[in-house]
Every structure is written in C-alpha cells, then in structure tokens.
C-alpha cells in the first residue's frame, strides 16, 4: 500500500492541534496527533482523530442543492450559482443592500480564505447585514479590551512558562480547550501551573479543570464580579503595584469607589462561597505579587459580562501583571503582528443597530445576532448567506428563528454537513472541509499559547461537488458585479495559495517560506510590554464610566438565592452543534441532559433519567435529568448545541440582551423544573457523561 503521510492542523477548535494524516489515495486511513508540534506535543481530543471518519461521512454535502417549489433539486455550480445571484439581485434592486446579510460563524473563523471572501463580497454589495457567532459568545471581551487600552484586539494571555498564581473563572479548557485562550494539552498545561504554584477556579460546578486546581470557589451564577471586585478594593490599599499604577494607569480613584461596596461579607454573600475562602484568595494574589487570570462563556454570556471582564482586567492592572513576565502578555499573533504595528485608538462607542432594533450596538463591522429574527421579520433582511454557523442551534428562541429563516427569499448555506440550519436552506453550497483546502490560521493564531502559525497544505482534494468557501462567495460576487477576491484575482483561475498569500502573507515569516516550512513554525513562546508603550495616553483606563455605571447597577445581595439557575456547558465529543449527529457512534457517551445537584434533584422528586420540564420566562423544553453532585445547588447545567433539547428555547435575544454589546444573556437564567408525570415508567437511564481528556 503506497500511503502518504500529510502535516496539518485541526480547525474544530482554537487549540490548532498538530496532526499527522495518512492518505492511500484519495482515502484518509489515519489522524494522529503530530509529536513534533511545538504547541501541541502530540495531544490531540477525540473530534481531532475523528477528521478521517468526517472526511469520509456519508452525509457530507457533496452537491449542489436548489429548492424549487419546495423540492430539494441536485444542480450543477454554474445553475445553482446563477440562480441565487439571480435572486439576490431584484432583492437588493427593490430592498437596497442591507436586505442582504451574512451570518459567518464558528465554522468560519478557522477558513479565513472564505471568511474574508464572505466578509468583502458584503462590503462590496454595499451591505451593513454581517453577523457572526462573536455576539452570542464573547462581545465583552472586545468592549473591555477597548474601553480600557484603547483597542478592542488586545488578547491577554496566560505565561505559561512563568506564571505562578492562575485563576480560570467560567471556563472548563480540560473540556473546551479555552475561550479566547486555547489550552492544548490541557491537563499537562494546567499540572505545570499547580506544580510550580496555585491555580484557582470559580465555577459553580466541579468542573474537570477544577478537579485539577489547588482551589475551586462554587460561585453562585453571575456573580463572579463580586469576588473581583473584593480582590481590587483591598489590594489597592495593600497589595497593589504601586510604581506600575503610578507610570501606566489613571482612574485609581474611581475604580476605589466603584468596588467599595464589595466588602468581605458582602462579596461572600452575593457569590455564595465563604468569607475565609476570599480571604485566602486574597492572600494568594498578595503573597504570589502576579496573576494570570483568564474567563470564559461562563462569564462572557451573563449580565455582569463586562463588568466581571472589567474588573479581572482591573485586577491585572493593579498588581502590575499585565504585559509583563509571570502574569499575562498580550499575544500579537504571529501573521498579525500586531506588536510591529502601531494600533489605532477607539473608545467603544458604537453605530446604531439594524432598523428594527436600533438600541443594539454595531461594532467592529458587524450587527449583534440578537438582531437577526427581528431584522427578518420586520422584512429588513431577505437574503441570508450562512457559513460556517448554524444559527437555528446558537441564537435563543430557535422555534422564532426558524419561522424566520423559512420566510427569507434566500437562505444560501454554505457547510460540510446537513444541519438544523441547512434543512431550511433555498440553496446548499457544498464546501471544502479541512483537509480538503490549503489554510493558514489568520484570525485564531492569537488564541494559541505560543507566537507560532501552520501552513497546511491540502490533505486530500476536496471530494465531489465540494468547493472551498472563498470560491463560492467569489464567484457569486462575479455574478452581482463585484470583485471579491484581495489582489485583484480572478475566481476562476485563483487558488487556496494564492488567496492566502493575499491575506496573510504579512507575518513575520513570509508566505512563501511557511509554505515552505510545511509544518509548525514557531516565533516566540511569549512577547512582553508591547501593549503598555501603545495605550492611549500610555495609561490604562482604570474606570471606564459605562462599566462603572453598570456595576453601581448590580445588585449587591442575590435576587432569589435559592432559585434554580441555567448555566452552560460543553462537552469533549462536540463542538457546538457539530459532531452531536453521528450516528450514535462516537457521541454514544454523552447525554444530551440537564445536570441538577442530587438535593435539588430530592426537592423536586425528580431521579437520575426522570423526563423534566425546564421551563424559563422565556419558553420551556423537556429533558432527561441527570443528577449531578459536582453541581453547586441551584445550578441547572444544559449543554448547547443539540437539536434536542434545544436550550435556546430558554434565553431571549429581545428580554434578556446586555444593553452595551447586545449579548443575549446564556447564563444565569432564572428557571424551573418540574418531573413530567408517568414519564419514571418509561425511564431511560442516561449513560454517565464520561470525559475523554486523553
Ligand atoms: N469540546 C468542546 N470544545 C469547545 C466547544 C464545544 O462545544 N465543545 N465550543 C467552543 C466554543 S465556540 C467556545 S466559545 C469555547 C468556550 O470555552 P469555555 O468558556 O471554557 O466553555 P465551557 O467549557 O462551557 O466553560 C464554561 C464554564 O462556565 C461555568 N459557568 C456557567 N455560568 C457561570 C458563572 O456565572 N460564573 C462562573 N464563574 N462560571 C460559570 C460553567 O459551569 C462551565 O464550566 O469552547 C470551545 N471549545
Ligand atoms: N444557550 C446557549 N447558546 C449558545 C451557547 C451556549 O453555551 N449556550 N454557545 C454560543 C457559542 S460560544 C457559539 S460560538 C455559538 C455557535 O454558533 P455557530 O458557530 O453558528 O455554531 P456551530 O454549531 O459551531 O456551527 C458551525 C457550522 O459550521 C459548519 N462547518 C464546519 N466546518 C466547516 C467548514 O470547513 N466550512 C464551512 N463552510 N462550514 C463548516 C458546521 O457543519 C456547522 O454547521 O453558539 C452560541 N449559543
Ligand atoms: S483540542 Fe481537539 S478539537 Fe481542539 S484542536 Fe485539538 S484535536 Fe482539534
Ligand atoms: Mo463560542
């Protein structure tokens, strides 16, 4: 058997794992990870080995796919392409651009030929209508970043190599490998960490991260800022890092007053955890001088998101952690680079919202999700080009988003797979998947631990019908007149390369030598004290007014203490909604269940695998319970991403949004459970949910 052995990288998730693939033909026979990978190592979670069986999926979208009079008709390129752009054109005639949108999402993010192909096909159109999964996942982190040093891509990153003191507050990297901070290799990263200090967790469940930290603090939901913000008013009097506060920020003084109501006491009430635990928080912080702290969707998607975000980055501030050895640096990203630039400055204000819901903020080019069903419905919005996301399963109120998608004239997806999304579509676009396209990871290389980037080379060429996602939104701007495609190339002739040097072949090592490299190049394992020079002013913002005011907003003692909460969570084998359809194989072992604390699950009767009711002021879903004691009390954890149960049905994207990015609120979601009565007989146990971590 003549094979060939293939260096590439996984793009299910930030962690960018190194991979070796073996090919016999045009058949993958094997993925494993790549031992050779600087960041990687050879750690690789099992949605990275199943790339070979993805290729290889029967259900993958191999053709071209037209509804007409509500059938489902298999069309060439030329015809399905034609049709659209013929739809698209009347709409935008009649409606003016912005009736045409794009919602360019996870899948997206790691195809950065096709995303900005997306991304300049609507500018070019003249269209304002992009959304993105980045407003129902993290658009606090931006506003802080901004609203503090004056640019919303500042990405603080945990030194793994000196850090002595690490705090991870919502989020679970032994499970999701990070949020905007990817954790290859995590149970080995997080060990280093414990062995050479403390690591500490605030999470309201026991997580698998947790199980590996020196401390974990069971917060109630939503309240992590109180914690914070006890840790800033008594280190600003004891503890700080005065000569750094002095030379590099303003607002000391606001930020005093703003936290001063979080005292012991009433920080340990409001987050529910013991007063001798902060103070042994504290004393950790003081004691060890640097933190490197980083948080996830468990904060990102409550209502205290930015003021939590705030104050951990306030927290850095004061101790003189940030941009500096054993704390956090600021990762410039190695194509980037945006340590040899010079940044531009902005203050977080925002343009207004689409027409139906002007109170929403647009930033950084896009609208927020939360926007998408009204724009629809108010008929604002009539074209919709979807890829790399699956809308139906990600934004709240999936029954209204379908209602709205199905009254769309055009709904083109452009996947790799049959979705929630795709089986409303008017027109299906086959893409190339992962291996099926030459890449480079331009807008998530600032997520990895290290300043390092990958070139990879196709694996195999892309099967049947599949084309990559930059050539179907190029060829569609042809047919409405304008050019997609950087540097002047021409759709019909331009390759993967040849977008790609377009767009990244600005970083520090030209296009041609990664290329070259074939492989993982890496530049430096952290960069200091770029970020403190640029800031405006030289200062970091301390008080920002808006957070200021949003924290003097929050409430300082538990509305309901004893209320049932929604909160989130991932699991190993899927990522979103992907991979949770696969035939029962490998998916076989997690359980698409509502966690509940075993003396909640008692008060309300309800036992391991009893039918429930979850039911929100929003809208209600029926579940398998599971009970689950590395809960705190009161938490009710529902993972996102399945069909069924779909847990948006229990958030609101009009109720419940965040006033200052627009982010439908995820978790924390007051809720009620009841037992679905003469459901026990028919009871099912639910397999445990078992972490692979490797
Ligand atoms: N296996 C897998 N990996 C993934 C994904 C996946 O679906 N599956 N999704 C990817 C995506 S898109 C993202 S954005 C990242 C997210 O990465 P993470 O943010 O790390 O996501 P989670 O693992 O859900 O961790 C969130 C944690 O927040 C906790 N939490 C909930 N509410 C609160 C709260 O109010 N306060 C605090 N302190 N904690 C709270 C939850 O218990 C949970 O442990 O993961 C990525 N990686
Ligand atoms: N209630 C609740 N809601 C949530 C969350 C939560 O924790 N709780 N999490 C939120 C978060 S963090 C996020 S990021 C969003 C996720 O929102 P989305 O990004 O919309 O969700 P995914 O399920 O990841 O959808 C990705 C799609 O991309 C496709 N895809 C994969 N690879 C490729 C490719 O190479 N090319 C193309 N063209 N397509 C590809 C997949 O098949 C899939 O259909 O959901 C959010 N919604
Ligand atoms: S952790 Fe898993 S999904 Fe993420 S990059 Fe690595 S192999 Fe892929
Ligand atoms: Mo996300």
Known sequence: MATTEHRTYCRYCISLCGLRVTTDGDRVVEVSGDREHPVSAGYT????????????????????????DGELVRVGWEELLDDLAGRIRPIIEESGPDALGSF??????????????GTRLLRALGSRSAYSSATVDTPGKPLVAELMGGYP?????????HATLALFVGTNPVVSHGHLNALPMPTA????????????????????????????LAVRPGTDHAVLAFLVRELLPEGADAAYLDAHAEGVDELASAVAPFDRDTAAALAGVPADDLDDLLAAVRRHGRIAGQTGTGVSMSATANVTEWLLWALH??????????????????????????????DGSAAPGPRSRPE??????????????????????????????????????????????????????????????????????PAAGQLERADLPLFVDRYVPQVSTQYTAAVVAPAAQRRPMWWVFAQLGRRLGVDVLPAGLDPDTATDDDVLAAIGGRGRVGFDALRAADGPVLAERAVYGWVTDQLPGGRWRLAPPAL??????????????????????????????????????????????????????????????????????HGSLRCVAQVDDSLRRGAVAVPHGWGA????????????????TGMPLLTDVPLTVTRVRGARSSRRRVPPVRTMTN
């Open 45 to 68: 979670c099992p949605k990275g080995r199943s790339l070979g069986a993805f290729h290889h999926r029967p259900d993958r979208l191999d053709h071209p796919v037209l509804r007409r």
């Open 104 to 117: 360019l999402a996870t899948g997206a993010a790691f195809d950065p030929a096709g995303r900005t192909a």
């Open 153 to 161: 891509g500042l990405i603080p990153a945990v030194d793994h190599d």
């Open 189 to 216: 990263r997080l060990r280093r960490l414990a062995e050479r200090g403390e690591v500490w967790v605030i999470d309201p469940r026991r997580t698998e991260t947790a199980k590996l930290a020196t401390r974990h």
């Open 317 to 346: 501030v004061v101790t003189g952690s940030y941009d500096r050895e054993g704390g956090m640096w600021f990762h410039p990203g190695f194509l980037t680079q945006l340590d040899r630039r010079r940044l531009p400055h902005s």
């Open 360 to 429: 929403l903020p647009g930033r950084y080019g896009e609208y927020p999700a939360a926007a998408l069903a009204d724009e629809i419905e108010a008929g604002n919005l009539r074209a919709l080009l979807v890829g790399g996301g699956n809308p139906m399963l990600a934004l709240p109120q999936p029954e209204r988003v379908s209602a709205a998608l199905s009254r769309l004239d055009v709904l083109a997806v452009v996947d790799v797979l049959p979705s929630a999304t795709t089986a409303l579509a008017t027109h299906l676009l």
């Open 548 to 617: 200021v005011a949003q924290l003097a907003a929050a409430p300082l003692v538990p509305a309901g203490p004893g209320a049932l909460r929604l909160i989130p969570r991932r699991q190993i084998r899927h990522l979103n909604s992907q991979l949770t359809d696969d035939g029962g194989a490998r998916t076989g072992r997690e359980a698409a269940a509502a966690g509940l604390h075993p003396a909640d699950a008692g008060d309300l009767g309800i036992a391991d695998g009893d039918l429930v009711e979850l039911r929100s002021a």
């Open 645 to 660: 149960p779909a847990v948006g049905a229990l958030t609101s994207d009009r109720a419940d949004v965040d006033p200052l």
